[in-house]
């Protein structure tokens, strides 16, 4: 099983920053895609960023130019830099991560237990 463990939550200001960490763990043979996504109170868990395992990143036009994600392939780990805050990026955030438990798994989706992001005065 693979577990992932967020870290970097926390209450802001507007136009502050917040940098979020996810570190996987456990048994891993191989990990694809990492990313972020999110859950304000009273809408559905929408994309934030994800980032596959060659680099390539997708953001949701919401964030574009304020968040930047990267990750850590040697140590299974996923950042998300989150700048120029405002307070509709309030939410719980989730790690996300599809991968391999051993080399004859299927892709198995798994997510964190979330952690909150409060931007407010």
């Known amino acids: 099983q693979v577990q992932l463990v967020e870290s970097g939550g926390g209450l802001v200001q507007p136009g502050g920053s917040l940098r979020l960490s996810c570190a996987a763990s456990g048994t891993i043979f191989s990990i694809n895609n990492m990313g972020w996504y999110r859950q304000a109170p009273g809408k559905q868990r929408e994309l934030v960023a994800t980032?596959?395992?060659?680099?390539?990143?997708n953001y949701a036009h919401s964030v574009k130019g304020r968040f930047t994600i990267s990750r850590d392939n040697a140590n299974n780990t996923v950042y998300l830099q989150m700048n120029s805050l405002k307070p509709e990026d309030t939410a719980v955030y989730y790690c996300?991560?599809?991968?391999?438990?051993?080399?004859?798994?299927?892709?198995?989706?798994?997510w964190g237990q979330g952690t909150q992001v409060t931007v407010s005065p």
């Open positions: 980032v596959s395992s060659s680099g390539y990143t």
């Open positions: 996300n991560t599809i991968a391999r438990p051993q080399a004859t798994s299927t892709w198995v989706i798994y």
